[in-house]
């Protein structure tokens, strides 16, 4: 029998203000709204952080550290080796963070009938229908009844395994997502229709050589 982990109970929620980076106000929102009508328990919630800003306070800290080392007396330096710390440090749950969240965070439940409960509740049919008419540019949420955290709009899915997060791409907004879409169906496409014309101008090439009298190449 396989034991339940964490993870089992978690979900993966997004659109949230990318200045929501308290997690017990997410915890709290959760805790009222999983589900209708009941609380549940949530056993913690993590929000996920800018990944590009994480990545460049660490390179700036590494920066201003290797700089002072050189000029150890310099107060600029030591003030931005600081600055660097006090920023990676106000990821942690009890400081205000100065790193902006990427809108995403995962919710863990304490029980496994909340989190189906939650899954139910925030993809219905109702709920699925508006997600589809918006994905094609018809604003309808008018029509969306679920609760909103500070006024913003959420989704809300099964979280995956920690191991397959990929959280570079949580910075990614969606006019970046399409745009890579759209680019790469454009690249395919042409090779495609590259390939197809290829395969016309050798089929025509063999017509001609076999109406000649010449062996086919194909």
């Given at each position: 029998m396989g034991s339940d982990h964490p993870n089992d109970y978690a979900v993966f929620v997004s659109g949230l203000p990318h200045n929501a980076t308290d997690e017990a106000e997410i915890s709290d929102f959760f805790h009222r709204n999983a589900v209708r009508d009941r609380g549940v328990e949530v056993v913690k919630a993590l929000v996920c952080f800018e990944i590009t800003q994480l990545f460049a306070a660490v390179k700036q800290k590494k920066r201003a550290e290797m700089n002072l080392s050189q000029d150890p007396g310099?107060?600029?330096?030591?003030?931005?080796?600081?600055?660097?710390?006090?920023?990676?440090a106000s990821v942690a749950p009890d400081r205000a963070a100065k790193i902006q969240s990427s809108g995403h965070a995962v919710v863990i439940f304490r029980y496994q009938k909340d989190h189906r409960a939650c899954l139910r509740y925030w993809n219905g049919i109702s709920r699925r229908l508006v997600n589809m008419l918006m994905s094609i540019g018809l604003d309808c949420t008018c029509l969306d009844s679920a609760p909103r955290f500070r006024g913003?709009?959420?989704?809300?899915?099964?979280?995956?395994?920690?191991?397959?997060?990929?959280?570079?791409?949580?910075?990614?907004?969606?006019?970046?997502?399409?745009?890579?879409?759209?680019?790469?169906l454009a690249f395919i496409s042409v090779m495609i229709a590259a390939c197809g014309l290829a395969c016309f101008g050798l089929q025509k090439l063999q017509e001609g050589i076999a109406e000649d009298g010449g062996s086919a190449i194909l």
């Open positions: 310099n107060p600029h330096l030591q003030a931005e080796v600081v600055a660097a710390k006090e920023a990676l913003c709009r959420l989704k809300v899915k099964r979280a995956p395994n920690p191991t397959d997060f990929q959280w570079e791409n949580l910075g990614v907004t969606s006019q970046e997502r399409r745009t890579a879409q759209f680019t790469t």
